[in-house]
């Protein structure tokens, strides 16, 4: 059976060998892949929900919407092939489903031979490399000194030995110069607040509560102050020192288990807050707005309103903040139980904004880390979300307009994706925000600034999922093309990706 060609915009497809062919450029496709762009290029100008492109491509396979989704977003990303400007080869028809918009016709497998030879030149054979210059011995060059100097004169050699002199007091001078500098081992940075968790006295529930405060906490200082926050169970060390640092710990007393609270200035040499909050299930909610409140006052920020977006029910609360531990590890069966509990306080707040972005962002970092899609489908949440986007207000948290930013970003409308990127920006910068912008720019053909935005979550918080998640999250990133330090400091067995 002879499989057809086809001429798609400007790319020529042969389902035979599974490639595209454009220009210079040859793609070897998936099969799954190449076989959904053939149905669509059967099919152009036809709109197609999910579940009629399992029928037709899976042929009915077992598979979740997501992978449709992601088959779809692969397809668009090679297309675009990182043009600045690129043409729309598949689009997103709302409530419907997907449909390819480019012209497509077929040819014949002469016509495709004559395009793929023209096409794919072959490289240019590189002009022979000049012989090496010989480099003759220590005393042929003494001895032709030594003959020039005596048809020259003897004040030539004497001309030499002095410039020889000065070059030599020179060099003395300069290494006398910068041995004399000072050397600073490190300094304050006042703008970067570290928060440190220490282990407690309470049970292994109310630490993991704690844990999840102190990310909220964190959250919040991001939101609410110009600081950038970091983590220190997974933070750099260097030359760079914290100006600030925020201590909690759990500590049980006669009176029941609380949550310490420490904030130290180090620029001023001062504890400026240090406080207790009682913990338990039913004071959790209490002890994150009161621990909230008074750092950002503390901070200088007495007038933010912190926990706007927080479930109002306790139970909602409480399972969030256990989720938090149990998402931000890298165990995929911990990151399973925090799925759950994230299920479980949207049931009792199922249209809370904040929950659904969680909910949302979790499944796909989970996706992103090797994980299988489970509970409520990630398309589900994700529409659920968008529906809500018309009537939220500016002052949601980042959270959502991160999650806002990965569905569009998914879905291709990079244009979408950057106004809620914008919309995130504005109440602070986390790990997420700069991994999502270093997606974004490397699908707007925008290399340097996506190595640069990396980097910068990397920053923040130098752990390995950080690194997975800038390489996983989405699409396959090339971090050894892109920043090829952080490629390099986190090495393949290391990380044990590869």
């Not at 197609?48 to 449709?68: C, H, M, P, Y």
């Not at 040499?269 to 994150?288: E, F, I, K, T």
């Not at 933010?304 to 938090?324: F, H, K």
Request: glycine fraction near 8%.
């Amino acid at each position: 059976m002879v499989l057809p060609f086809y001429r798609i915009h400007d790319w020529v497809l042969r389902v035979d060998e599974n490639k595209l062919y454009r220009q210079d450029r040859e793609v070897s496709l998936e099969p799954r892949l190449a076989n959904l762009l053939r149905f669509l290029a059967d099919n152009p100008e036809t709109v197609f929900g999910r579940d009629e492109l399992i029928e037709s491509v899976w042929e009915g396979a077992v598979v979740t919407d997501q992978v449709v989704t992601q088959s779809i977003f692969e397809l668009r990303k090679i297309l675009k092939d990182g043009d600045a400007n690129p043409v729309d080869y598949i689009t997103t028809v709302p409530k419907r489903g997907y449909k390819l918009v480019a012209p497509v016709s077929e040819l014949d497998e002469a016509e495709v031979k004559a395009l793929t030879a023209q096409e794919v030149a072959p490289a240019e054979e590189a002009p022979p490399a000049p012989p090496p210059f010989p480099a003759g011995p220590l005393t042929r060059s003494l001895s032709l000194r030594v003959h020039q100097a005596n048809r020259g004169g003897r004040w030539r050699l004497l001309s030499f030995d002095l410039f020889v002199v000065l070059v030599l007091v020179a060099l003395v001078s300069t290494l006398t110069w910068q041995q004399s500098k000072p050397h600073v081992q490190s300094v304050l940075d006042p703008e970067l607040v570290v928060f440190r968790l220490h282990g407690g006295e309470g049970s292994e529930r109310e630490g993991r509560l704690a844990d999840g405060i102190t990310r909220a906490l964190m959250r919040e200082v991001t939101a609410a102050t110009p600081l950038r926050v970091q983590l220190d169970e997974a933070g750099l060390t260097g030359g760079i020192q914290p100006g600030r640092e925020v201590n909690i710990r759990v500590a049980r007393q006669s009176g029941g288990t609380y949550l310490d609270l420490e904030y130290r200035n180090h620029g001023a040499g001062r504890v400026m807050l240090s406080q207790q909050y009682q913990l338990g299930q039913q004071h959790v909610g209490a002890a994150l707005a009161a621990s909230s409140r008074d750092l950002l006052r503390a901070l200088g920020s007495e007038h933010s309103e912190p926990g706007q977006e927080w479930p109002s029910d306790e139970g909602a609360l409480v399972a969030m903040m256990e989720a938090y531990y149990y998402i931000n590890s890298n165990q995929l069966e911990s990151q399973r139980h925090g799925l759950g509990l994230l299920d479980r306080a949207l049931q009792d707040e199922p249209d809370n904004p904040l929950l659904l972005a969680e909910r949302y962002l979790a499944g796909m970092v989970n996706l992103a880390l090797g994980g299988k899609e489970e509970g409520t489908p990630l398309a589900e949440s994700g529409q659920r979300l968008r529906g809500q986007a018309e009537g939220l207000n500016h002052r949601v948290a980042s959270r959502v307009w991160e999650a806002l930013a990965l569905q569009a970003l998914l879905e291709g409308d990079l244009s979408q994706s950057r106004q809620d990127l914008a919309q995130a920006a504005q109440h602070g910068q986390s790990v997420l925000y700069h991994i999502l912008s270093g997606k974004l720019a490397e699908l707007e053909g925008h290399a340097e600034m996506a190595g640069d935005a990396y980097a910068e979550a990397f920053l923040m918080e130098a752990s390995e999922q950080t690194f997975r998640l800038c390489a996983h999250l989405g699409f396959d990133s090339h971090l050894e093309t892109l920043t090829p330090y952080l490629y390099h400091s986190m090495t393949p067995s290391e990380v044990k990706l590869f």
